[in-house]
């Protein structure tokens, strides 16, 4: 089951690391101005996007199995069509790593199918909800 609950919500949110695949460089979009705002809040945000060197002052990587560092959240900015890709490769960090135990599906964005395939695996999944929405309303 995906996570809906605020207690299973405010866990995702008491991490530190937060993979965002599809981090922009467009201060205009989303998907940049959600990243900086929860690196503002303290975590640690490692952009993924491989038309980018460097998104909110960070290296980006072109892809989430290129981030060396241990990854708590992978927050997805991406159609839901390519999210079964996305969490596929969760999964397989998840495997390899023992990190990445977390997907984070922002507003607009889901695919039951994938989520259910990446909780049978022990991740937890978040769809369609956004990160700094629930992060003002039950920590702000």
Same mark, same amino acid.
């Given at each position: 089951? *995906? $996570?809906?609950?605020?207690?299973?919500?405010?866990?995702?949110?008491?991490?530190?690391?937060?993979?965002?695949v599809?981090?922009s460089?467009?201060?205009?979009?989303?998907?940049?101005? %959600? *990243?900086? +705002?929860?690196?503002?809040?303290? +975590?640690?945000?490692?952009?993924?996007? *491989?038309?980018?060197?460097?998104?909110?002052?960070? *290296?980006? +990587?072109?892809?989430?199995?290129?981030?060396?560092?241990?990854?708590?959240?992978?927050?997805?900015?991406?159609?839901?069509?390519?999210?079964?890709?996305?969490?596929?490769?969760? &999964?397989?960090?998840?495997?390899? &790593?023992?990190?990445?135990? %977390?997907?984070?599906?922002?507003?607009?964005?889901?695919?039951d199918?994938?989520?259910?395939?990446?909780?049978?695996?022990? $991740?937890?999944? %978040?769809?369609?909800?956004?990160?700094?929405?629930?992060?003002? &309303?039950?920590?702000?």
């Amino acid at each position: 089951m *995906p $996570i809906t609950d605020d207690a299973g919500l405010e866990r995702a949110l008491s991490t530190e690391t937060i993979a965002v695949v599809g981090c922009s460089t467009n201060e205009e979009k989303a998907a940049h101005r %959600i *990243p900086a +705002y929860l690196q503002r809040h303290g +975590y640690r945000v490692i952009p993924v996007n *491989p038309f980018a060197d460097e998104v909110l002052g960070e *290296p980006a +990587y072109d892809e989430l199995a290129d981030v060396d560092e241990e990854v708590d959240v992978v927050n997805v900015f991406r159609p839901s069509e390519e999210v079964p890709e996305i969490l596929e490769a969760v &999964r397989d960090r998840h495997a390899e &790593r023992g990190d990445a135990g %977390i997907a984070w599906l922002q507003l607009g964005i889901s695919h039951d199918e994938a989520a259910a395939a990446a909780e049978a695996e022990g $991740i937890d999944v %978040i769809q369609d909800r956004c990160m700094k929405v629930e992060h003002g &309303r039950l920590l702000g």
